[in-house]
């Protein structure tokens, strides 16, 4: 999204509408970088070294996608997202003290990165050094776009209604208050 703002001011009209409001997009992102010792530029470096990342963890390209979230992270060290993900790749590598060190970075940076923290406790209780993750029930959610404050939903209170439902139709229902 961000090139096709770059691309609306490159080449549309000064005086147009949406390019005048692809500018001021632009110009916030910029500043908004800035304040975090970056540049947009840097920032559309670091997303794409993320995306490229995001997509080796989605095909299981652990060592890879590590190598490419940590550059995303090394260009805008104030994002949670690329330790969040590392950490599921060393958990999916049986690497514990890594994931668990990678979400706690995540967690430092946004201490509300409910993804992290939900993975942290999954990953403390559940898994062993040396031992991968299993993925059978990894699923892949865009955290600030769909859950957090500005969307008014919470990953982890759907987590625990999803757990509740399913245990209450097995008929394994023992909720406290």
């Known amino acids: 999204m961000i090139n096709a703002y770059g691309h609306a001011v ?9 390019v005048a409001y692809a500018r001021k997009i632009l110009e916030a992102m910029d500043a908004h970088e800035r304040e975090n010792g970056s540049s947009l530029e ?19 390209k652990y060592d890879d996608a590590i190598v490419n979230l940590q550059r995303a992270a090394d260009i805008s060290p104030h994002l949670p997202q690329p330790y969040g993900n590392m950490g599921l790749c060393y958990g999916f590598l049986g690497q514990k003290k890594n994931a668990i060190a990678s979400l706690e970075k995540a967690l430092e940076i946004d201490p509300k990165y409910e993804l992290a923290l939900a993975n942290k406790v999954m990953i403390e209780n559940g898994m062993d050094e040396g031992v991968p993750l299993k993925q059978n029930k ?4 865009k955290y600030y776009a769909e ?11 759907e987590l625990i209604e999803k757990e509740k439902q399913l245990l209450t139709k097995s008929g394994n229902h023992h909720f406290s208050a």
């Open 10 to 18: 490159e080449y549309g009209p000064a005086d147009d509408e949406g």
């Open 147 to 157: 859950y957090g404050e500005s969307a008014g939903r919470s990953y982890i209170r």
């Open 42 to 60: 840097r920032y559309v470096k670091g997303l794409e070294a993320f995306d490229k990342g995001y997509n080796q963890l989605r095909e299981g």
């Open 138 to 141: 990894l699923e892949f959610v």
